[in-house]
C-alpha cells in the first residue's frame, strides 16, 4: 500500500515537514478537498495481545472521546469510530477518512508488518497519531513505533494508584494551556526505560517528590506528556490515563480534547520548542590577537541595543601577558582597562568601542591580593536609539587612595556615537558615587536594568571578605584596615546607611542628576533613632554579591541572583551552608544576608570581644544590626524568603525547626525542596524573563512563544550547577514562594570545555535569540575561550500549516 492510498481523505497538498511521499501510482485514489472533507474523524484503536475481555480502562476512554467529539464549538466537533480490528491499517480507503488514530490499547505485539506499514504510511501522509497510557508498551520490537510514542516504559514502574502533581510546563498547547500549572491527580505513572527529554516537546512533567516512585524513577525531569512532528504527520503521547476515573475528570479530558484538536490539524500548535535539535549555538567572536583584547576582554556584562548591536564590557583584566601591579607602593597598583565593545549583526563585525581606567586588574593571589572591581555593568538608556546614552557601573583607578586602600565607585552617563561605534569618554556625567574599601577582595556586584517608568536599578556586591567567618555569615567584626572593616557585611549589606550589599534604585534626569522613585526601602529621611542613618537610594538590602539583575518590563519585577559565601556543609553552630541565591522582588525588601538565608535560615550572631564565640541566632522576623561597624538603624527590616536557594548537597536544602524556629542544621535531616538543583563550586548568574515579540515577526532565530514568560536562572559554572528555565507563581513569588516548574537548558544553551562552560552573561535581543557571554577559563583574565555566543531557534514555527487545518463538523 502506498502513502498515496493513505492520503485520500487527509490533505490536499504535503504535511508541513513531511518526508516527502512515493508519486503515487495509476492505480491509487484522488486526493479529496476541502482538507479533511466536510467532517473530522477520529479512530480509536483499542486491539490489545492480551486475551480475555476489554478492559474498563478502554471502555472508559472510547466513552470520553466520543463525548469529547460532540462538546466544544461546532467547528470543531468530529465523529468517532472504534474498533479492536487491526486489519483497518491496511484499508487505504477506510483509514485515510480519519484525521487522528487514537492507541488505547493493553499494549504487546498488536500489528502484523503489512499493518505497521499501513500505520507508517498514514503517518507519511500527514496523519495524527494519540497514544494513551500502555499505548506505550505496543508494538515492543518496533523502532518506529518507539520513535512514534517517544519513550517506553522502564522494566519496572509503580502498579497502583497514586496521587501526584505534575507540572504543566507549556501553557500554551491546547492539551495544556487551561490547566493548572501545578495539577494533582491520581493516576498509574509509568517510569521510562530512557528519558525522551530533548527528543520530544514535553507539554507536562510528574513531580516525583509527591508520590514513589519506584526503584526505575527518572528523577525530577520526569516526562509524562509530549508531542511532536514526526514522519509527516502529528504525535501526541500521554502516560497518563490508566485508570477509569482518569476518564471522568475535567481536566484530563481537557487535555485529551486539546491533544485531539492538534493531532486531527482542528488547531495548529508548536510541538517543537523544545526539541535540543531545533536550537543552534554560535560563537560570535573570534580569539584575541596576542597581547590585545581587540574581539573581547575579560567578560562581565552585556547589553542588546534597538538596532540589534550587542555591546559587552571588560572588567579590566588582560590575557596572561599583561603584567598585573599588585605592589602598593607603586602608583599604577591594580590599573587596568575597562573596555566596551561593540558586535554588530550586519557586519559580523567586532569594533572596540572605548576603554576607561580603571581599578580592577589586579588578580590572582592570595585574598588581600586579588580584587574583583573594575568595569562592572553596562545598561542603555530607554532612548538610547535617539540619544546615544549609555550608563557604565564602574571603579575609577583616579579615585584610589592607595594610603587607606580606598576606592569611589560609581555611575556615569557617556554618550555613544551611533554611527561610528564610538564611545565618548570625555561626556561623563557622574549621577552617583559612594566608597569601597579595596584591600580585600571581594563582592562587587555589577550587574544594572531598567523598569518600565525609567527607574535604573544598579545591584552592588557587599564589598567584605570572604574569609575570617569560617565560610558562613560572613560577620566578624574584627578585622580591619585602618579602621574601615573588610569581614562584616554588618557593616555593608545589613547597613541600611550603606550603598554597598543592595539593589539601588533610582530615577536618572536628562541633566545628569537623578531623583529618587516612591516605594524605596528607605527615604533617607527618616527620623527613628536620631535619624540620618538610611540611604533614600536602597530598594532591596541583604544581597551578598549580585552580579545579574533583570527586570521584567511587562510586569516590573525584578529578578536577581547573588553568590553565597563558601561552607561547604551546614553547621549545627553557624548555620546554613553556602546558599547560592534567586529571587523575584516585587517590592522593596530586605532579602537577609548576612543575618538569614534561604527560606529565612538564621545564621549566629558575634561580635567582640570575642567573635570566635557563637553567640544568639538571628531572628529574621526582627532582624537587629549590633555591629561596632554599623552606622545605619540597629532595628532592621524583616527578611522575605528568597525563591531559589541550592547548596553542595542539592536544591532549596530546608530543616525541622525548634520552638524558636530555628533549623537543626543536621545535614541528615535536610529535605530539600528543589530537586533539580544542586551545586558545589558555585555562582548564580540570574538571566532574563523571555518576552516573545510578536512586532519580529521576520526574525528566523527568535526562540519560539513556548518560552514567554519563562524566568532563566544559571551558574557560572556548568557542572550540577542550575542553567534552567522556571515558572513562578504569581501570587507568591515575591514572598519567597517555590517555583512551581523548572526545565534544563543545558543542551540548548550547550555546556563543555567548547561550549558556554562559564556562563557570565546572558540576555535576549530585539531579534529574539539569546546572547551569551562565555568568560573563559581562567580568572581576572581574558583567554582563547573567552566569547560572545548567538543562541537561535531553528525549528520553524507551529504544525500544521495554515493551509492544511481541518474543517469541523458544521
Not at 491533544?259 to 486531527?264: D, E, F, I, K, P
Not at 563585525?349 to 553596562?378: H, P
Not at 522575605?640 to 536544602?653: C, E, H, L, M, V
Not at 516573545?692 to 550547577?721: C, H, I, L, M, N
Request: with cysteine.
Amino acid at each position: 500500500m502506498t502513502a498515496g492510498v493513505v492520503a485520500a481523505g487527509l490533505l490536499s497538498g504535503p504535511a508541513a515537514n513531511a518526508r516527502p511521499a512515493p508519486e503515487p501510482s495509476s492505480t491509487t485514489m484522488s486526493v479529496k478537498s476541502p482538507p479533511g472533507g466536510a467532517n473530522v474523524r477520529v479512530l480509536i484503536f483499542h486491539g490489545s495481545a492480551a486475551a480475555g475481555e476489554e478492559s474498563p480502562v478502554v471502555n472508559a476512554g472510547i466513552e470520553a472521546i466520543e463525548k469529547l467529539g460532540l462538546s466544544g464549538p461546532a467547528d470543531q466537533r468530529y465523529q468517532v469510530t472504534a474498533t479492536g480490528d487491526a486489519s483497518v491499517f491496511t484499508d487505504g480507503t477506510r483509514l485515510g477518512r480519519f484525521n487522528a488514530i487514537v492507541f488505547l490499547t493493553g499494549g504487546g505485539d498488536i500489528l502484523d508488518p503489512e499493518q505497521e506499514a499501513g500505520l507508517e504510511a498514514y503517518m507519511e501522509a500527514g496523519g495524527g497519531f494519540v497514544g494513551i497510557h500502555d499505548a506505550a508498551r505496543a508494538e515492543p520490537y518496533s523502532d518506529w513505533f518507539t520513535g512514534l510514542v517517544g519513550a517506553r516504559p522502564a522494566a519496572s514502574s509503580p502498579t497502583t494508584v497514586q496521587r501526584a502533581t505534575v507540572e504543566v510546563g507549556d501553557r500554551q498547547h491546547p492539551a495544556t494551556k487551561d490547566l493548572p500549572v501545578q495539577w494533582k491527580r491520581p493516576d498509574r505513572w509509568l517510569n521510562w526505560a530512557k528519558n525522551p527529554s530533548g527528543e520530544v516537546h514535553t507539554v507536562a512533567r510528574v513531580r516525583e517528590s509527591t508520590y514513589q516512585p519506584g526503584a526505575s524513577a527518572n528523577g525530577w525531569d520526569h516526562p509524562i506528556s509530549w508531542c511532536r512532528d514526526y514522519d509527516g504527520g502529528r504525535s501526541f503521547y500521554t502516560g497518563m490515563g490508566g485508570t477509569v476515573s482518569s476518564y471522568d475528570e475535567t481536566d484530563f479530558r481537557a487535555h485529551l480534547r486539546g491533544a485531539l484538536l492538534w493531532t486531527t490539524r482542528l488547531v495548529r500548535a508548536d510541538c517543537r520548542a523544545t526539541i535540543n535539535a531545533n536550537y543552534k549555538a554560535e560563537r560570535l567572536t573570534q580569539p584575541n590577537q596576542p597581547g590585545q583584547n581587540d574581539q573581547i576582554g575579560e567578560p562581565h556584562g552585556l547589553v542588546t541595543a534597538p538596532d540589534g548591536r550587542v555591546l559587552y564590557i571588560g572588567r579590566g583584566g588582560a590575557d596572561s601577558s599583561q603584567p598585573v601591579v599588585t605592589d602598593w607602593n607603586s602608583p599604577d597598583i591594580g590599573k587596568g582597562r575597562g573596555e566596551i565593545h561593540v558586535y554588530d549583526p550586519k557586519t559580523r563585525k567586532v569594533t572596540l568601542a572605548g576603554a576607561l581606567t580603571v581599578f580592577g586588574n589586579k588578580g590572582g593571589g592570595d585574598e588581600l591580593v586579588k580584587v574583583e572591581e573594575g568595569l562592572l555593568g553596562i545598561e542603555l538608556d530607554p532612548r538610547f536609539a535617539q540619544n546615544g546614552w549609555v550608563y557604565l557601573h564602574y571603579t575609577p583607578h583616579s579615585g584610589l587612595d592607595r594610603d587607606k586602600r580606598m576606592a569611589q565607585r560609581r555611575v556615569s552617563r557617556f554618550t555613544f556615537d551611533l554611527a561610528a561605534n564610538r564611545l565618548d569618554v570625555g561626556s561623563e556625567k557622574v549621577l552617583l558615587q559612594w566608597p569601597v574599601q579595596v584591600h580585600s577582595c571581594c563582592h562587587s556586584g555589577g550587574g544594572m536594568a531598567w523598569d518600565s517608568r525609567g527607574n535604573l536599578y544598579i545591584a552592588t556586591g557587599d564589598n567584605n571578605s570572604s574569609g575570617f567567618s569560617g565560610g558562613y555569615s560572613g560577620n566578624n567584626p574584627q578585622p580591619h584596615y585602618k579602621g574601615v572593616s573588610f569581614a562584616d557585611a554588618r557593616r555593608t549589606a545589613g547597613n541600611t546607611n550603606n550603598l554597598n550589599g543592595k539593589i539601588l534604585r533610582i530615577h536618572p534626569e536628562p541633566d545628569g542628576t537623578y531623583t529618587l522613585p516612591d516605594g524605596n526601602l528607605f527615604t533617607g529621611r527618616e527620623t527613628e533613632e536620631g535619624g540620618g542613618k538610611t540611604r533614600g537610594e536602597i530598594y532591596v538590602m541583604g544581597v551578598r554579591n549580585p552580579a545579574r539583575i533583570f527586570v521584567d518590563r511587562q510586569t516590573d519585577a525584578l529578578y536577581a541572583g547573588w553568590v553565597g559565601p563558601d561552607a561547604s556543609a551546614p553547621s549545627t553552630t553557624w548555620g546554613p551552608a553556602k546558599y547560592d541565591t534567586f529571587a523575584v522582588i516585587t517590592k522593596a525588601s530586605n532579602r537577609g544576608w548576612p543575618y538569614c538565608m534561604g527560606n529565612k535560615q538564621p545564621y549566629r550572631d558575634r561580635n567582640l570581644p570575642d567573635p570566635t564565640q557563637p553567640l544568639g541566632w538571628y531572628d529574621c522576623d526582627h532582624p537587629k544590626n549590633e555591629s561596632p561597624n554599623n552606622d545605619g538603624l540597629v532595628n532592621l527590616p524583616p527578611v522575605t524568603g528568597n525563591n531559589i536557594w541550592y547548596s553542595p548537597q542539592g536544591g532549596a536544602p530546608d530543616y525541622p525547626r525548634d520552638a524558636d524556629g530555628v533549623p537543626s542544621y543536621k545535614q541528615q535531616e535536610a529535605t530539600y525542596l528543589l530537586p533539580w538543583l544542586k551545586g558545589g563550586g558555585q555562582a548564580a548568574m540570574n538571566g532574563p524573563v523571555y518576552r516573545y515579540d510578536t512586532a519580529s515577526a521576520t526574525s528566523e532565530v527568535r526562540w519560539p512563544s513556548y518560552w514567554d514568560g519563562k524566568w532563566f536562572v544559571g551558574d557560572f559554572y556548568d557542572a550540577d550547577q542550575p542553567r534552567n528555565a522556571v515558572i513562578t507563581d504569581p501570587k507568591n513569588h515575591g514572598d519567597g514562594g517555590l517555583p512551581v516548574h523548572s526545565e534544563s537548558l543545558k543542551k540548548i544553551v550547550p555546556i563543555g570545555n567548547d561550549g558556554i562552560r562559564n556562563l557570565m552573561d546572558w540576555k535576549f535581543g530585539p531579534d529574539g535569540a539569546l546572547y551569551v557571554l562565555d568568560y573563559g577559563r581562567g580568572f581576572f583574565t581574558s583567554d582563547a575561550k573567552s566569547a560572545l555566543w548567538r543562541v537561535t531557534y531553528t525549528g520553524g514555527g507551529p504544525t500544521p500549516a495554515a493551509g492544511q487545518l481541518a474543517r469541523g463538523t458544521r
